[in-house]
């Protein structure tokens, strides 16, 4: 067996501590593991012509994440926090709105997971004034290349201010339908089932056809929606029906033969 100056193996061979039984030493096992491995003091021994890094601090990773705008490891409470504020401010500025998407369905129970944004109402004619509220609050507001939205960032999180909701406008009428329901404490207007399933199941298209990710929002709120009302709304467009159909042969809701 070949050692080096340290005493310690080179990688070549195997990793011991030339002891009379031949048992690697614990301490040399760690320091050569994986014969590259680096350690919390420093490079592995006895791999020659390596540098191997540091194991980097948790702070300055934390540290980084947060430059780059990233979410903290908790997604689902960092866009609850956000959804929290945008709606304090709202409340407080006058806007009407109606919490929509992903966070709504949360707010109705739906055992959903929260990892992207969340989705907020507002009146078109409203959206200027929505901005200068928010940038005054010191949250970033800018317009997207799509012209039926404003986006901001709290706190890492995406929000998107919708006025075109699923190529339907948002109007008065909608957001008064809002029911008041607890988001993570605090009460905020929220899309009623039969509003928040139209708007999802009239973004499907042939790009975008996502049933696995509406199927258990419909399973939660199937005997608070107004099927009827919606199969009417969506009558001429194809994914829709189609997502109904599946509803009916998972006995999600009645079909329509058993309705007549």
């Known amino acids: 067996m070949v050692f080096s100056l340290s ?3 080179r990688c070549a061979g195997s990793c011991t501590d030339g002891s009379e039984d031949g048992a690697p030493a614990m301490e040399d096992m760690v320091a050569a593991r994986g014969c590259g491995g680096a350690t919390s003091s420093g490079p592995a021994a006895g791999c020659e012509g390596e540098t191997q890094p540091t194991t980097p601090s948790p702070t300055g990773t934390r ?3 947060l430059n780059r705008g990233a979410l903290p490891p908790d997604r689902t409470q ?27 369905a949360y707010a109705h129970g739906a055992a959903v997971s929260l990892q992207h944004d969340a989705d907020f109402c507002v009146l078109r004619e409203d959206a200027d004034a929505v901005a200068v509220t928010l940038r005054e609050a010191g949250i970033d507001v ?3 290349a799509e012209d039926w939205l404003v986006k901001a960032r709290c706190g890492g999180v995406e929000i998107d201010l919708i006025f075109d909701l699923s190529h339907l406008p948002v109007d008065r009428e909608l957001l008064d339908r809002a029911e008041t329901l607890p988001v993570d404490s605090v009460r905020m207007p929220v899309l009623t089932p039969t509003d928040l399933l139209g708007s999802l199941v009239a973004a499907f298209s042939e790009h975008h056809c996502d049933f696995a990710a509406v ?10 929606v107004d099927w009827d009302r919606l199969r009417l709304e969506h009558r001429d467009a194809p994914m829709p029906a189609a997502f109904f159909f599946l509803l009916e042969r998972l006995d999600v809701i009645e079909s329509q033969e058993a309705c007549r």
């Open 142 to 144: 800018h317009a997207p």
């Open 7 to 9: 005493g310690y193996p």
């Open 63 to 65: 540290q980084r994440d």
């Open 215 to 224: 199927l258990p929002i419909a399973r939660t709120l199937r005997e608070r």
């Open 78 to 104: 960092a866009i609850l926090e956000a959804t929290k504020q945008l709606a304090a401010l709202l409340k407080a500025g006058g806007h009407p709105f109606a919490l929509a998407g992903s966070v709504a």
